[in-house]
């Protein structure tokens, strides 16, 4: 069974730069959430995708935006990157949308 | 405002010893309760889940839930220096379609 995974592992983009990051979901499994953790913090919630529609959005603005592909990987999209948006970016796959959900590595984005 | 309350630690405890981490949560119909483990710079990785009240024992990992005081908690019996970690406890809110809420964690460390 191979787990989540997650590209790029880390990056370094600059103020008002675009940035994508990807996901592979765990086989079998239907459901990609994405979070943002910032460094002393909990994993903060930004959308979710289910067959391929956002299936639930936390309070993130529009420039982050995300996509899901019909084997389930998925992309999130930030765009004018600001210095706050530097954090670790998490990927979770599960199979029942907000059953247990499995983490990729992560991508460590840091804005300068 | 959907809220899960952690101490932030750090929680020392002597190796062999019974590690109690415990965790707070605001919204009464929650249904759905986890525990993660997070190591410094990796991502979450999920050691238990819990549904109903009571007690759940995975090898040395105990959770245990009480809705009517909306509290869980998570045992760590036989501590060993490998379980120095952030502990990281998130909750479904409700049934269905809403995101799991994480709170900020507590930071362990199992001193030998």
């Known amino acids: 069974e191979t787990g989540v995974t997650q590209s790029p592992t880390h990056l370094i983009k600059t103020r008002g730069q675009q940035v994508t990051l990807r996901c592979s979901s765990q086989?079998?499994?239907?459901?990609v959430s994405w979070y943002q953790q910032a460094l002393g913090q909990g994993p903060q919630f930004i959308f979710q995708?289910?067959?391929?529609?956002?299936?639930g959005r936390g309070n993130f603005p529009p420039r982050f935006s995300g996509l899901q592909f019909p084997n389930y990987s998925s992309e999130l999209n930030v765009n004018a990157l600001e210095l706050d948006d530097s954090a670790l970016y998490l990927c979770?796959?599960?199979?029942?949308?907000?059953?247990?959900?499995?983490f990729g590595p992560g991508t460590r984005l840091t804005v300068l | 405002q959907k809220e899960v309350e952690q101490n932030s630690g750090p929680l020392s405890v002597p190796e062999g010893a019974i590690a109690s981490l415990n965790c707070t949560y605001s919204?009464?119909?929650?249904?759905?309760f986890f525990w993660y483990r997070q190591y410094s710079g990796k991502s979450p990785e999920l050691i238990m889940s819990?549904?109903?009240?009571g007690d759940k024992e995975d090898g040395r990992f105990t959770a245990q839930l009480n809705k009517a005081s909306q509290y869980v908690s998570l045992l760590i019996r036989d501590s060993q220096p490998s379980d120095s970690a952030t502990y990281l406890c998130?909750?479904?809110?409700?049934?269905?379609?809403?995101?799991?809420?994480f709170g900020k964690g507590t930071r362990l460390s199992v001193i030998a």
């Open positions: 998130a909750v479904n809110p409700s049934s269905g379609n809403t995101p799991l809420v």
């Open positions: 819990i549904y109903s009240n």
């Open positions: 086989s079998g499994h239907n459901t």
């Open positions: 995708y289910y067959r391929e529609e956002e299936n």
């Open positions: 919204d009464r119909v929650s249904q759905s």
């Open positions: 979770a796959s599960s199979l029942l949308v907000y059953n247990e959900q499995f």
